[in-house]
C-alpha cells in the first residue's frame, strides 16, 4: 500500500513506497453520462434540494443564501466564483457541494507558475511506439475547485474558457467531452492583489454566479469551533445524491415555465445596464440566459412550478453584478456593480 513502510534493499532503513508509475500508453477511460429520461418535479426538485442545502449546513454555519445560491448554481449547470477575504469556508463551501451532490472532484491549486497542461492534461508520445497518447488533468471531473484562480497567469486562465463554456476541452486537434454534470467553483481574494492576474472580462462572464461569504457572527463562529472540536465536519459529510439524480434535477429546471411578461421583464433589466452612465461595460445575452436559468433554480428549490418577477429580483445581483464595469469617475457613488443593479432593478417597472 502506498504510504506503508517497507525495508530499503541497500541500508534496510524503512522508507515509504513510492507512488505506481503508470506505464505511458495506459489510458483513462471516461465515461459520459447519456442524458437522463427521467425529469424530476419541482416539488422532487425542492426536496432534493432541501437535503443537500441542510448536508452542507453541516459544513458551513450560518449561511443559508449563500449554499442556496451555491445549488442554485449547480441546478442551472452553471459555474461559481466564490469572492471573499481568506478564510471564511470559500474552499468547504466547494468541498461540501461536490462531496454531498455525489460527484467526482478535484482541486488545482493556482500559482504564477502553474501552466495549461497542469490543468486540461498534455499530448505525451511514446518513445518505443511513437503514438501519442493523452494525460487527463484533473480538469476531466465533474466537480473543480479552482483555488485562488487570480494566482494563475492568463494562459493558464484561459486554459478553463472551453471548459467552462462549451464542456469540453481541445487538444492536438482532437475534442475530449467533459463528464456531466461538469461544475466550475473558482475562488479569489479581492483584497491581496500582490502577485495576481485580474480574471479579465470574458472569463467573468463565464460564471454563473459570484457568491460573498463573509465573516459569522459570534454565535455561529463558536459554534464553528465546537462542531470541529473532534475533526472536521467534512471529513464525514455524507452524499445525499449522484451525479445521475443532479442530471433529472438540471433537466427539471428547464421545465420551470417563465411567462413572457416575466421574460420581458428580465430582458429589460439587462439591457438597462447596456445603457446606464456609471457603467463602461453591461451584461450580456449570456447574462440574460443565467438569470433566466437561476430564476428557474431558484423557483423549483422553492418547489415553485413558475418564475415570478420577484425570482427575478432575487438573482440580480449575483448573476449581473459582475459582468458589470463601472467607470472610475463614478466610483464614489456606484463603489461596484451590484450597487448599480439594485438601482437598475428600483427603476424598472414591471408590466405583470
Known sequence: MIGEAFACPSCGKNILQPRPVRPANEKIQLTV?????????????????RQIIANVQQVIVGKPEQVTLAVVALFAEGHILLEDVPGVAKTMLSRAIAQSAGCSFRRIQCTPDLQPEHVIGEVTTDAASGKKDFRFGPLFSQMVLVDEINRASPRTQAALLEAMGEGSVSMDRV?????????????????????????????????????????????????????????????????????????????????????????????????????HPALRLGASPRGSLGLYHTAQALAAIRGENSVTIEHIKTMAVPVLAHRLMVRRDVLADYPDGATVIREIVAGTKTTA
Open 175 to 275: 475534442s475530449y467531452r467533459l463528464e456531466r454534470p461538469f461544475m466550475v467553483m473558482a475562488t479569489q481574494n479581492p483584497i491581496d492583489q500582490e502577485g495576481t492576474f485580474r480574471l479579465p472580462e470574458a472569463q467573468m462572464d463565464r460564471f454563473l454566479l459570484r457568491i460573498s461569504l463573509g465573516y459569522p457572527d459570534a454565535a455561529q463562529e463558536k459554534e464553528m469551533c465546537v462542531r470541529a472540536q473532534q475533526q472536521h465536519p467534512i471529513d464525514v459529510l455524507k452524499p445525499i445524491t449522484n451525479g445521475d439524480e443532479i442530471l433529472k434535477c438540471q433537466r427539471g429546471v428547464r421545465a420551470i415555465a417563465v411567462s413572457s411578461e416575466v421574460c420581458d421583464y428580465l430582458v429589460a433589466l439587462t439591457r438597462a445596464t447596456r445603457s
Open 33 to 49: 453520462t447519456p442524458p437522463p429520461e427521467v425529469i424530476y418535479t419541482a416539488a422532487q426538485l425542492a426536496d432534493l434540494a
